[in-house]
């Protein structure tokens, strides 16, 4: 190792990047100082370049995702596209921000101790490092589990302890609080002091202003691929505060919320449904609740509440006991997934599982022809081509016709997953944590994209872990707490 007088924990001159099949960079001459043992968070828009910056870090770009890297880049002294990967493991570690892909066991301890075993570290090390990382994201009861049967946030919380059971010197977390709920993005933030108390640099990456770039001793904005503000988090926010709203990292000034939808007749009654996995693990517990056409109701709870588990009994991927969940009086349970698929359309919290074509407009277009290939599709009718163009508008996605859905950035992939299910009308949409980690721009159009479909008669249930941003335009609010839910009208709640 040469790490150990090294001063300067990041070292970038002109650092430029661009995708391949991609002809602008994604970063653009980007000059960087980061000092070892400090805290320093990365800011930037959905497609600003944060996320790639980070994966150039530890050398996933260019050795694993390709692309065309120029400019010099040192990371603990050693160039991460160049150093033998023995030296850069102990220097830097990365969650990304996609850490489903960093998920390769199946059972939780087993993720932990992937990375020191391929380390060789002996047993007795191993077991050492499971121990202290699972007890730093709160796991520790957790660790005999598939990863399979965990919430998405725990799944995240596993993805953190793999990382940290590493022990590298520079440690990356790529909006490491996005899938998380509010205790849990405590304690992120208590663990993030804690490394650096403990001499470890820490870089924390998102798309907002949040209270991890409050947290840190210095906040980096990027915009467009390059830094456009640098400097301490209270600096920045008393100087540039219209800037960083500009920017989409801050939220406007509040605004009314929009004339509510008329309610019509119930489309979806839950009654007593109870659900318990293999194993034994409760996970819903008499939920009772009605939504109506035009309705939006927000489904908030802890990582693990079982709002997942809820969504997929009401798509029919889990089996629903008879008699627990009906649509206009029928009973839903029995019912073949793609029938319920015609009614329901349904949002993952993992949209690219859900992308199947090479661009965004076939992707957009490709539940309008039921997914025959292009040399069968009839012509697009006037108004489905306008539907389809608006909807584009809407999310932002006008300029990206032809870019693969697999090279939007995270907020770009999540709102075309959601127009890919409007652009189909359908009684309910069901969208999973829509808004994690997006910045407030792209809020505003998640916002604007849920409110036309409730003013066209269907029901929106969007799961979250951002109620506050919500709350205005909701109707509903659904709440779950260890499987035990509470439902209340959410204007008069205002969460």
């Not at 990047?17 to 991609?22: F, S, W």
């Not at 990356?172 to 405590?186: H, K, R, Y």
């Not at 109620?467 to 209340?488: I, K, M, N, Q, Y």
Request: charged share 20%.
């Amino acid at each position: 190792m040469r790490t150990a007088a090294v001063v300067k924990a990041v070292h970038s001159e002109q650092l430029s990047y661009r995708y391949d099949g991609e002809s602008s960079y994604a970063l653009k001459e980007v000059n960087l100082e980061i000092l070892c043992g400090s805290w320093t968070a990365i800011i930037g828009a959905s497609g600003s370049g944060k996320s790639t910056l980070c994966q150039l870090l530890n050398g996933t770009l260019p050795r694993s995702g390709g692309g065309l890297r120029e400019g010099k880049l040192e990371v603990m002294g050693l160039d991460p596209a160049a150093a033998e990967l023995a030296e850069l493991i102990p220097a830097a570690g990365v969650l990304f921000q996609e850490h489903e892909a960093q998920l390769v066991r199946g059972i939780v301890e087993d993720e932990v101790a992937f990375g020191p075993e391929n380390l060789c570290h002996p047993p007795e090390e191993v077991n050492r490092r499971i121990d202290l990382a699972l007890a730093a994201v709160q796991l520790s009861d957790r660790r005999h589990d598939a990863v399979r049967r965990l919430s998405g946030g725990q799944r995240q919380r596993t993805a953190i302890a793999a990382v940290l059971s590493l022990q590298p010197q520079l440690l990356v977390f790529d909006d490491a609080c996005a899938s998380l709920d509010a205790a849990a993005q405590g304690s992120f933030l208590q663990l993030c002091t804690a490394l650096q108390e403990e001499g470890r640099t820490v870089i924390t990456a998102s798309g907002r202003f949040d209270d991890a770039a409050r947290s840190a001793s210095r906040v980096i904005v990027l915009s467009g691929g390059g830094v456009v503000l640098d400097g301490p988090p209270a600096e920045l926010l008393r100087r540039c505060h219209g800037q960083l709203a500009e920017l989409g990292l801050l939220p406007r000034l509040p605004r009314e919320a929009a004339a509510a939808a008329p309610l019509g007749p119930a489309l979806l009654e839950v009654k007593g449904l109870t659900f318990t996995y293999p194993g034994g693990r409760r996970a819903l517990a008499g939920a009772a609740f009605t939504l109506r056409r035009g309705e939006w109701a927000l489904l908030t709870g802890k990582n693990g509440s079982g709002k997942t588990t809820l969504s997929r009994l009401l798509m029919g991927l889990a089996p629903a006991p008879r008699g627990t969940i009906s649509y206009e009086g029928r009973d839903l349970a029995g019912r073949p997934v793609h029938e319920t698929a015609a009614l329901f359309g349904y949002v993952f919290q993992q949209p690219e599982h859900m992308f199947t074509s090479h661009s965004v407009w076939e992707e957009l277009i490709y539940g309008l022809h039921g997914g025959l290939p292009p040399a069968q599709r009839p012509e697009l009718t006037p108004q489905q081509r306008e539907l389809a163009e608006e909807l584009l508008a809407e999310a932002g996605l006008t300029a990206r016709l032809e870019a693969s859905p697999y090279l939007l950035s995270r907020g770009e992939r999540r709102l075309l997953a959601v127009i890919c299910q409007l652009i189909l009308p359908k009684a309910l949409y069901i969208l999973d944590e829509p808004t994690a980690g997006m910045d407030y721009r792209d809020i505003s159009r998640i916002v604007k994209l849920c409110r036309s479909a409730c003013h066209r008669g269907a029901a929106v249930l969007l799961i979250t872990h951002d109620p506050e941003l919500l709350a205005a335009e909701a109707t509903l609010s659904l709440h779950l707490d260890g499987g035990r839910l509470t439902a209340v009208p959410a204007r008069q709640t205002q969460l």
